[in-house]
């Protein structure tokens, strides 16, 4: 093995990304279409927003090999579709035995994490709020605050990322919605089906 | 694989600890014996702190599986011992083919990094930035400033620590010293023996 420099970047907690990333991705509304239960809102915001980058994330990756680790920046515009607070798609590793961190910069959020088996947990994310999402959690964050929603995170390069388990169940079995005093709630998601267990199983013993 | 709970934990800056820590360790200037160049100002400088704190770590480490990681804030106080900045003892990790990230929370530091091959590299570090350490990499932290050094972490379960490298090297290839204009400069370590190239080549092939 050969060595690798060290890197050095800098969060900018203000623009939400970070300098010196080696990877930037960003989404539109139009990119999510599916994931909100209300399908007129979501119709009416994506007209609203258009193409406007409703997250990104800046990381820098110095390799996708088993002992690196990809550090970087998430950011989230605050606001709801219909009663749904923003959210990211969400996604499992690629290798399900691989964990993540997830630590608050600015912004107040919720990182909503559901087990293959569909157990559901929220965490509540704040600036210096250090999150850790262990292996096989299925997560997303959701943006329950006014303003944009700033973490950073880190997590082991041979991780990856397997979107469609979400999409497959119809989403997550939890939605976080506005629950009409200013706060959150987690209400049942009424199209979430559960994996059979076998499928379970089998991440499970990945 | 069994579910473990997903962790939250909050950085205290100000006191330079991770509140909801599963660890704590501690290190006095006394279990630091050997590590400076200057003997007669280390006694000194020991003598005046005693049993005080010099750096302490916190940390949240949900198993040591190679599936986990370890997230954690390390706080390291500011002063010099002769004209040589404070630091932490340094290690590689155990299982070398493992990396960290270093994310500065306050204070101005030093990473010092040296391959096993004796190769040097300093990586500044201030508030907001993010310090990659790819494997193999031996790496220490220096307090080059007037304040504590506050960092937060994160690193791979299975890492473990190897401090007894640096010793029998006697000591990292370079010092970060006072440059006597009020910055640091780092500077040659007249004890320093390079590794024989069977261990090097030991190291690189794990």
Redesign the interface.
Known sequence: ?????????????EKGE?RGATNRYTKTMGDLAGLYEDEAAYQAVLAELGDKVVYEVTD?K?SAD????I?GVTRMIPGKVGREYFLTRGHIHANP?????Y?GESGHGI?L?E?PAG?I?T??IGP??????????IHRSVNVGSTDLVM?F???ADSGQDYDIIAKAGGMRSRIVDDGKGGWTAVDNAGYRFRAKELVDSI??R
């Open positions: 093995m050969s060595m690798r420099e060290p890197g050095l970047c800098v969060v900018d907690v970070l820098y110095p088993a002992g690196d680790m550090i035995n691989r964990p993540e961190m630590y990182m994490l087990s157990e947990r965490v509540e210096r709020s250090l999150c850790y999402v262990p292996p096989y959690w950073t880190a997590y082991p499970m013993a």
